[in-house]
């Protein structure tokens, strides 16, 4: 069964560095989405993208964070100064149509020291 | 902000019986709601969704109930089985319109041999 896939598993950056989660949608969808979960809290929204631009974006998804789909393949959040407070487990997920159930990849958990 | 709530945070259940995890929400504007599974070190898995038109549905072991009028849904398990043993997180949105999902904190269920 096709998955959604998340590299690195495991991140971690010292305070302050740039960091770059990369996701590969599931190849026929083409809608995707960033969440995250801080440690004990609940899954969180980020953004979600289509058609080349953001579609929506939490008030989480500050100016630090940037997303983009350089190629047909990979989806990328980026974190342009991390803080301690990005720590979290963050996931991707894509859907085929809009609204349609939203499959995750298995995240990638960032540790900001 | 808790638009999405379940309250049992834990859940103990028999082999062979019926699991019933609940959940409420607040937004009258979601129209489907959805139930993920999540076992430790993986991403949430998509498991049944139900849009705001139906009152239930059904696919194999697992039923999700909708109650709009009391803006409750429910996902029954039945026969539970040991690999059922997971993290529940229940979820809506709102279609067509931004297809963000807002999911609740999650109920684990312990299966009992």
């Known amino acids: 069964e096709p998955e959604v896939t998340q590299t690195p598993s495991h991140q971690v950056t010292q305070m302050g560095q740039e960091v770059i989660l990369r996701c590969v949608p599931i190849?026929?969808?083409?809608?995707f989405y960033w969440y995250r979960q801080i440690l004990g809290q609940k899954v969180e929204f980020l953004v979600s993208f289509y058609n080349n631009e953001i579609s929506e974006k939490s008030e989480i998804f500050d100016d630090q964070f940037s997303v983009e789909r350089p190629d047909g393949s990979n989806f990328t959040l980026k974190i342009r100064s991390t803080k301690l407070e990005d720590s979290a487990m963050y996931f991707c997920?894509?859907?085929?149509?809009?609204?349609?159930?939203?499959?995750f990849g298995d995240g990638t958990r960032l540790s900001i020291l | 902000d808790q638009q999405v709530k379940q309250n049992s945070p834990s859940l103990s259940v028999q082999e062979g019986r019926i699991s019933i995890l609940n959940c409420d929400y607040t937004?009258?504007?979601?129209?489907?709601f959805l139930w993920y599974k999540k076992y430790p070190a993986e991403g949430p898995t998509f498991l049944i969704s139900?849009?705001?038109?139906?009152d239930k549905n059904e696919d194999g072991r697992f039923t999700v109930f909708l109650n709009k009028s009391a803006k409750h849904l429910s996902l029954h398990i039945v026969p539970s089985q040991p690999g059922d043993s997971a993290v529940y997180f229940c979820?809506?949105?709102?279609?067509?319109?931004?297809?963000?999902?807002?999911f609740g904190k999650g109920t684990r269920l312990h299966i009992l041999p």
């Open positions: 937004n009258s504007m979601f129209d489907y």
């Open positions: 997920a894509s859907s085929d149509r809009g609204a349609q159930p939203q499959h």
């Open positions: 139900i849009s705001s038109i139906k």
């Open positions: 979820a809506a949105s709102v279609r067509n319109r931004d297809d963000k999902i807002i």
């Open positions: 190849s026929n969808h083409l809608y």
